[in-house]
């Protein structure tokens, strides 16, 4: 009997652990001007035990290079989109003809989702898609029926967890932000008949950053913040309250058991005072301890599926919320590791397996010309670096903040001529710059060298001898 019991137990065990490997999804974004190669990218993620994968695009190219792996593929349709499948069923079942069947041959893709749109209904974009986004919806769950994959692959709308609110009571007043409410029941009803997931994204980061006010302890999972308590039930983190705020509004549309997906949850590194390696850490240690547990939340206990953001970092992203927007990648953007975690929860602390056969550009770095005696020019140029690449590392509490005057100018330079592929002509700017051999790179704060894209992007480089011409006939009045 004792020996039934343990084997018992090790099943359970193996079974918790398996499910925490099929459980743990990223999301993999490209907003860059250097990308890794997608077949790198799918590595990674074998190497890591990753299981899935969230596109925010369905680019051919891309999709293919998953074929074989076993990984799961969220497909991505963005906001720009909905449009042309709201109101045109034709364009739904082209799309699904040309993105979703093509990959899905003996040996070819794993496609489980179709996410339409990304976050459609946020406050800051004034109701732009709220006419667009569940008929596309619709359209696209109909293609997919129509072509026999239906009953497998669903389609969904990734929401913020701005769509519903509990004011300042507990999660079970939580409800459907009012003025999309009516909206909501409608999309919770439908993904409900379909057996299709309801996809939140979850930030407590953006809590912190948002409220300065914000119990910094309330953002992450090790105990250490002053417990909630709703109606008897006990909060010592924002992710569980946040998540059981969403589950009571489902239970108010009337769709109580509907699946739901984490498809957004991580913590930036640069940009931000409390956005640093050390605090990204933290939260994924706590989180990751979390999920193995599979105690989910108190109002619905289990295992949860969620997709961690980012897998690198995209030095593209606008930074209209903020300068980390473009740091958030568990690795760097040559897909190296930033920090120790275990994706497993089991608390090894050691860094996850980074990318392999990368290839980087050459060992060189653009600088400040030290020898350069009039610096009236340097403000317009960098100025013009930084606004054509990524200087938010610069800005105050993140990991460059603390160069001189010279090193803050390097770094843009530095940063222009990376991101236009180490062209020569990135790297004048009216003369003030140079190119060097030797690491610029200051203590904590990197000078990157960029890697080889998987598909360079030729627009910026353009601009920069475009520019550099103008520049050589101004110097010469």
């Known amino acids: 009997m ?113 996410a339409v749109g990304n976050e459609p209904f946020l406050k800051s974009y004034n109701g732009s898609h709220l006419k667009t ?57 439908f993904i409900k008949d379909n057996s299709a997931p309801f996809v939140v994204n979850i930030y407590p980061f953006l809590s912190l950053y948002d409220n300065p006010d914000f119990p910094v302890e309330f953002a992450f999972f090790d105990g250490g913040a002053k417990p909630i308590n709703d109606k008897g039930t006990q909060y ?27 498809g957004e949850i991580g913590w930036p590194t640069d940009g931000n005072i409390n956005a640093n390696a050390k605090m990204a850490k933290r939260f994924y240690d706590g989180f990751f301890r979390k999920m193995a547990t599979n105690k989910g939340t108190p109002l619905r206990p289990g295992p949860i599926e969620v997709y961690l953001f980012s897998l690198t970092d995209e030095n593209q992203k606008s930074i209209a919320p903020g300068d980390f927007e473009r740091h958030w990648g568990i690795f760097r953007y040559d897909g190296q ?29 653009c600088v400040l010309n030290s020898d350069i005696k009039n610096m009236n020019l340097v403000p317009e140029n960098v100025n013009y670096a930084c606004s054509l690449s990524d200087c938010t590392s ?20 530095n940063m222009y001529f990376q991101m236009n592929n180490q062209d020569v002509e990135a790297c004048n700017f009216q003369g003030l710059a140079k190119i060097v051999t030797r690491n610029a790179s200051q203590g904590d704060c990197l000078f990157p060298i960029q890697i080889v894209s998987a598909g360079r992007r030729l627009t910026m480089v353009t601009g920069v001898s475009v520019l550099a011409g103008l520049l050589t006939l101004l110097a010469l009045f």
């Open 2 to 114: 004792a020996r039934a019991m343990v084997l018992i137990w090790a099943y359970s065990v193996l079974l918790a652990m398996v499910y925490l490997v099929d459980g743990i999804g990223v999301n993999w974004g490209t907003q860059a001007t250097q990308n890794l190669h997608p077949s790198v990218v799918a590595q990674m993620l074998k190497d890591n035990k990753i299981s899935k994968v969230k596109l925010f695009d369905s680019d051919n190219w891309t999709v293919k290079y998953f074929a074989g792996t076993g990984i799961e593929v969220m497909l991505g349709i963005p906001n720009s989109q909905l449009n042309r499948f709201s109101d045109n069923y034709d364009n739904a079942k082209d799309w699904v003809k040309e993105n979703v069947t093509k990959h899905l041959y003996d040996g070819g893709v794993n496609i489980k989702y179709v």
């Open 133 to 189: 986004t569940f008929p596309a919806l619709k359209n696209i769950q109909k293609a997919l029926d129509a072509a026999g994959v239906g009953d497998k692959i669903k389609a969904t709308i990734p929401q913020n967890a701005d769509v519903y609110d509990s004011g300042s009571q507990g999660p079970s007043a939580g409800d459907f932000r009012s003025d999309i409410r009516a909206l909501m029941i409608d999309i919770v009803r």
């Open 236 to 262: 010592n983190n924002m992710f569980d309250a946040n998540l059981d705020t969403l589950i009571w509004s489902i239970k108010k549309a009337g769709a109580p058991n509907v699946k739901i997906i984490v």
């Open 337 to 365: 590791p930033k920090f120790p975690t275990d994706f497993t929860g089991k608390g090894q602390d050691k860094m996850p397996v980074g990318a392999k056969n990368v290839q980087y550009l050459p060992q060189q770095w």
């Open 394 to 413: 610069l800005t105050y509490g993140s990991t460059c903040n603390k160069l001189d005057g010279h090193g803050n100018v390097s770094y843009a330079f």
